[in-house]
């Protein structure tokens, strides 16, 4: 039998097609445990307690109640929100062949092909007149950008174009697209100004493999560090002159320079602002970052089964491994020896094991929101994940059994000891 917390992580990815969503998904949860939605033109509480801001899809969280001065350490958990897809563009109907058909074009790393011949929906967000926003979760195969048949193509692997093979059919006749999004969302489309839609894959999350062993889903990069995060937080043990954080952040995937990414100042001003609500001063802000750690969480590559030349050879990651400690020398990984011992600390008051991944040196290495968070706020940074297949995939594949642990380490790491 599958771990419980498996099977929760799979509804949490269903509910949460977008940035904005997993954002929605996060705040339900909170403010059933008691965090209260500040808005970011709210003049904040004094008093402790427990709150969370959003900005566009990213969310900040965190607790006040075992703070004892301004000045007091923060631990901050943190991930993203986003994945790679395809979105919709700006001017997007086509009519090819008499067909209806929108135009689509790549976010992020999007491994394009594994993105063909799948029943595709449409989510997103819509900004109306009068300021208003809605979100809209279309899940229905509206979408499907249909491969290229292999008689066409000598029998050869044919190189997906962004610009040219990645727009999806939608009808057998012309039409608007917006008309069905602006319809499904129930409102009118005259009063859409502004879009910003994305597709994702219709078929449910699953546990699949003997006894449902393996979760096959989309978005696990970085949906699973959203849901474990959030767990952690959820279940931290207070820790007397420890405040705990939970940051997800937007637009990783594009590198995170937007007002809501990891090189924004959302991170910077929230901790600020929690200083300065609990009667603190700027030093005392700095003090408080001095003395703060951050464990970035982010996906990790598993060794590949039918690839495994292509993993560091000393460095094997096992789906039902446990966590992983990411390093690299170039610092495409924020993790440092310090880092390192503060969250193999946290594993081991967890119960779980630590697997500790490197790239190979001949390949190029992804980053993450580490390096770019620990450089805007100066605070000691450790990337960390859990081990997955396929990432940056449509659908994606992680081991049941790594879920629960990932999330009773990060909840350690934000109570140390």
Not at 144 to 161: C, F, W, Y
Not at 275 to 283: P, Q
Not at 326 to 344: I, M
Request: hydrophobic share 40%; with cysteine; glycine share 10%.
């Amino acid at each position: 039998m599958a771990p419980a917390p498996a099977a929760d992580l799979c509804a949490f990815i269903d509910r949460s097609p977008t940035p904005f969503h997993v954002c929605v998904t996060v705040a339900a949860e909170l403010e059933a445990a008691g965090y209260l939605w500040l808005g970011e033109r709210d003049a904040w509480p004094v008093e402790p307690g427990r709150f969370f801001v959003v900005r566009g899809g990213s969310l900040v969280a965190w607790s006040t109640e075992s703070s004892v001065s301004p000045s007091d350490a923060f631990r901050v958990v943190g991930g993203h929100t986003d994945s790679p897809n395809l979105r919709l563009k700006q001017h997007h109907d086509l009519s090819p062949e008499g067909l209806g058909v929108v135009a689509l074009e790549p976010y992020g790393g999007a491994w394009l092909h594994s993105w063909l011949d799948r029943d595709l929906g449409i989510a997103g967000r819509l900004a109306l007149r009068g300021g208003r926003e809605v979100l809209v979760h279309v899940d229905e195969p509206v979408l499907r950008v249909p491969q290229l048949a292999i008689h066409l193509s000598d029998r050869k692997p044919l190189e997906v174009d962004p610009q040219r093979h990645l727009n999806g059919i939608w009808s057998t006749s012309r039409g608007s697209f917006l008309d069905l999004v602006a319809d499904r969302a129930g409102i009118d489309v005259g009063d859409v100004l502004g879009f910003e839609l994305m597709t994702h894959d219709t078929q449910p999350s699953a546990l699949t493999g003997l006894n449902g062993e393996l979760v096959s889903a989309p978005r696990l990069d970085n949906q699973v560090t959203c849901f474990a995060g959030t767990r952690a937080l959820l279940a931290v043990e207070p820790v007397e002159g420890v405040r705990p954080v939970l940051a997800l952040f937007d637009h990783e995937e594009v590198g995170s320079t937007s007002e809501r990414g990891a090189q924004s100042d959302l991170l910077a001003t929230v901790l600020e602002r929690i200083v300065i609500a609990a009667g603190g001063s700027r030093d005392d802000y700095h003090r408080a970052i001095a003395a703060s750690v951050c464990a970035s969480g982010d996906m990790a590559h598993a060794t590949h089964p039918n690839h495994a030349e292509r993993h560091e050879p000393l460095h094997h990651i096992a789906i039902g491994g446990g966590p992983v400690l990411k390093l690299h020398p170039n610092l495409r990984y924020a993790t440092d020896a310090p880092g390192t011992a503060h969250f193999a600390e946290a594993c081991e008051r967890a119960g779980v094991p630590l697997q500790r991944y490197e790239h190979r040196a001949d390949l190029p290495c992804g980053s993450t929101i580490g390096p770019l968070s620990a450089a805007r706020t100066g605070m000691l940074t450790v990337d960390v994940g859990a081990p997955q297949l396929a990432m940056h995939s449509a659908r994606e594949t992680m081991g049941a059994a790594d879920v629960e642990p990932y999330a009773r380490a990060l909840a350690a790491f934000l109570a140390p000891a």
